[in-house]
């Protein structure tokens, strides 16, 4: 059975800084790309931070400088350190563990809730 699950979030005010994990269970992560979504009230999800299975990164214009997302492959695990919040990043960020070579291997976490806010 595979498991994904996210875990850090909080509330958290402007300025301050959080890290999320995510941790998986049933999969060979070194296979799986890895990427942090969030999907904020009233807006469409959006891909954040991307980690191929050879540690290249990705982001979104609006966080790069400021997160920045890492694996360990020993411990099955995808982090997101997130510097400098701002009430814009305030959203829901789920994890998302996609096989390198499958486009129907997908897995997806249940979320976990970001609250930038003074």
Not at 95 to 115: D, E, I, K, L, P
Request: proline share 3%; glycine share 12%; aromatic share 8%.
């Amino acid at each position: 059975q595979v498991r994904v699950v996210e875990s850090g979030g909080g509330l958290v005010q402007p300025g301050g800084s959080l890290r999320l994990s995510c941790a998986t269970s049933g999969i060979i992560f070194g296979n799986y790309v890895m990427n942090w979504y969030r999907q904020a009230p009233g807006k469409q999800r959006e891909l954040v931070a991307g980690i191929t299975i050879g540690g290249n990164t990705n982001y979104i214009d609006s966080v790069k400088g400021r997160f920045t997302i890492s694996r360990d492959n020993t411990q099955n695990t995808v982090y997101l350190q997130m510097n400098s919040l701002r009430p814009e990043d305030t959203a829901v960020y789920s994890c998302n563990a996609r096989h390198a070579s499958s486009t129907t291997m997908v897995y997806w976490g249940q979320g976990t809730q970001v609250t930038v806010s003074s």
